[in-house]
């Protein structure tokens, strides 16, 4: 094997032994597993461009090159994501503890915001609960100091009633909550809102237990992808 191409697995080798190497409990380790990742992959994409420009040493360069530019790439995202959870977690701390508002890192870097309906919403309705007007306070407030990420709102219910009124209840409520960001100063170009109806439940509607944890508005936050 060529030593170019020897030094190059051994760049991406290390890069995965350090992607491997992140604590589970670490609070910045979605940064550096984008960093790893991007890392790994600039290396490769710098490496054959290199190479097919300069095959006397262009290969090497190519990689340290490719693999610096992905992995500032890839932490710049996942710092920026890291700090907004960080936050969302810290201001709804009393809210998660009731079990009223769930706080999620996804794998493709989103964030997912989990409102609990029993307590945001009147029963049967789209109208509000003043006392929910608090968090969303705080959830208009964070959003609005990380401006680079979309706001994607999901309405979704239990089985109970016809399909067709718990589709238009399920749009209903996700646009309440559209509305009420936006009242708080959340720019509408970023939000989209949609009703899922009765169709992706998360547990059986069989128990009133199931049927309460389907009954959600659920909320993606979706990062810019060029955030550096």
């Known amino acids: 094997m060529p030593r170019k191409s020897q030094k190059l697995i051994i760049y991406v080798v290390l890069s995965l032994i350090l992607f491997g190497c992140i604590q589970p409990n670490d609070p910045n380790k979605h940064t550096k597993q984008k960093a790893g990742i991007g890392a790994a992959v600039g290396a490769v994409a710098g490496a054959i461009v290199g190479y097919q420009q300069d095959s006397s040493g262009g290969a090497l360069r190519g990689a340290l090159v490719g693999g610096a530019a992905g992995g500032a790439l890839g932490a710049g995202v996942g710092y920026y994501m890291d700090k907004q959870q960080a936050e969302f977690e810290q201001q709804l701390a009393s809210e998660r503890a009731a079990h009223q508002i769930e706080v999620e890192r996804l794998q ?109 508005v659920e909320m993606l936050i979706i990062p810019d992808e060029n955030i550096q």
């Open 108 to 216: 493709n870097e989103n964030l997912k915001i989990t409102m609990n309906s029993e307590v945001s919403f009147d029963f049967n309705s789209s109208r509000l609960q003043p006392a929910f007007e608090r968090s969303l306070e705080k959830v208009a407030g964070i959003l609005n100091r990380y401006p680079r990420t979309r706001i994607k709102i999901i309405g979704h219910t239990d089985n109970v009633g016809s399909e067709v009124y718990n589709q238009q209840l399920s749009e209903k409520r996700a646009r309440a909550v559209g509305f009420a960001l936006e009242d708080r100063g959340v720019a509408s170009s970023r939000i989209s809102t949609v009703g899922r109806g009765e169709s992706q439940p998360r547990t059986t509607n069989s128990t009133e237990a199931g049927r309460q944890l389907n009954r959600r």
